[in-house]
């Protein structure tokens, strides 16, 4: 089945009790029970719930796995990995990520007794040193947020497997219309659903995907266990989200091509962080394991100043200055102060997180009107 019938058909089955196309909203918190422990596979929402189970399919179809776990947020998500941790476990982190990734790994799992290295995987050998019997697992975001780093997913899988290190990449990002790493030799796929997999900046939501039934079960108690699972009424909308999220995709990718080859030209910027330019240092790469390039872009200004990044995200008229990202409407941002502002500027200046730095997350508008916006921003 090809990508764009999942998105629409995989998991999802007419409601057996009135024929409905749309999975229903079961809006329940518990389930009759004929005699105690006869049911009809539903105890209590916090476990399952028919519209969750429904999402949590359709996103393992998508990814190509076999198991999926919603969570009420991409934070939850990873909260649960790590919980299948114990103390002296050692995990081994990309060095460019997502500071609420960082501020859980170095604020909070850190005073349980686990260390937490941090590295630039653009190399994947670059890993090897860090690795000891304490290692349990690799975290890889791709592309990396916000400097749009390129990891190599199969060669990482190559040594995850050889030292018997689980491996879990954060494909947000890219969502699986433009790469699987299941099938890169990937253990486990996290996403924050709140992006472009719901795509409408009005749900908040993550996701974990994997192939072993071992790991589901045992992410699956953690799951049930903690409690921090989504509502069906958020399923619901993710569910219909995702019904388009091969358009949007190959849109937000044709916008950022567009709004990248603009950035790269203009005059008062000085570098632009995308993918698909050729002179990308992992551009091969990126070509090779990705369908597209994405519709995320990060740029800095000539000169290099916050005091003009903060003039320029305070003049767009389309982008809007907000966090997160993946909506259909463009964002802009400034990770310095937002999304990375928990990570501390030493850390942030070694990835080449500099004041200066907008990041933007193009959206499904038109693309000449996102970009006339850009220059009256940037003029």
């Not at 050998?125 to 019997?133: H, V």
């Amino acid at each position: 089945m090809k990508f764009a019938t999942k998105a629409i058909h995989a998991g999802i089955k007419p409601d057996p009790g009135t024929g409905a196309i749309m999975t229903p909203i079961f809006q329940t918190s518990t389930y009759v029970q004929k005699s105690p422990g006869d049911h009809k596979g539903f105890e209590y929402s916090r476990t399952q719930n028919p519209t969750r189970q429904a999402l949590e399919n359709n996103l393992a179809a998508l990814e190509n796995g076999n198991h999926g776990l919603c969570f009420s947020s991409g934070m939850a998500a990873i909260d649960c990995l790590l919980k299948l941790l114990e103390p002296g476990d050692e995990v081994i982190s990309t060095n460019d990520l997502y500071g609420g990734t960082y501020r859980i790994f170095t604020k909070v799992f850190s005073k349980y007794g686990i260390k937490f290295h941090f590295v630039n995987m653009e190399k994947p050998e670059d890993i090897l040193p860090l690795i000891s019997k304490n290692t349990k697992l690799i975290w890889a975001e791709t592309p990396t947020n916000p400097m749009m780093n390129i990891i190599d997913i199969k060669a990482l899988g190559e040594i995850a497997k050889s030292h018997k290190v689980l491996f879990g990449v954060d494909n947000t990002f890219a969502t699986p219309f433009l790469q699987t790493p299941l099938d890169l030799g990937a253990d486990l796929v996290m996403h924050s659903v709140t992006k472009y997999l719901a795509g409408h900046s009005d749900v908040v939501m993550g996701a974990l995907i994997v192939k072993d039934k071992k790991l589901a079960d045992d992410l699956a108690f953690i799951q049930n266990s903690c409690g921090a699972v989504p509502g069906p009424q958020d399923c619901f909308l993710v569910l219909r989200g995702i019904k388009t999220l091969h358009l949007r995709m190959e849109r937000h990718c044709q916008n950022g091509k567009t709004i990248a080859a603009y950035l790269i030209n203009h005059p008062k910027v000085d570098k632009v962080f995308w993918p698909g330019f050729e002179d990308h240092p992992n551009h091969l790469v990126a070509k090779k394991q990705m369908k597209y390039f994405g519709g995320m872009i990060s740029f800095t200004l000539i000169g290099n100043k916050i005091e003009d990044a903060i003039k320029v995200l305070e003049s767009f008229e389309i982008f809007v200055l907000a966090e997160s990202l993946g909506g259909v409407e463009s964002l802009c941002g400034h990770p310095a102060t937002m999304t990375h502002a928990s990570i501390p500027k030493s850390e942030r200046e070694k990835v080449g997180l500099s004041d200066s730095l907008i990041r933007l997350s193009v959206g499904i508008e038109d693309a000449e009107d996102l970009k006339n916006d850009l220059a009256q921003a940037l003029d």
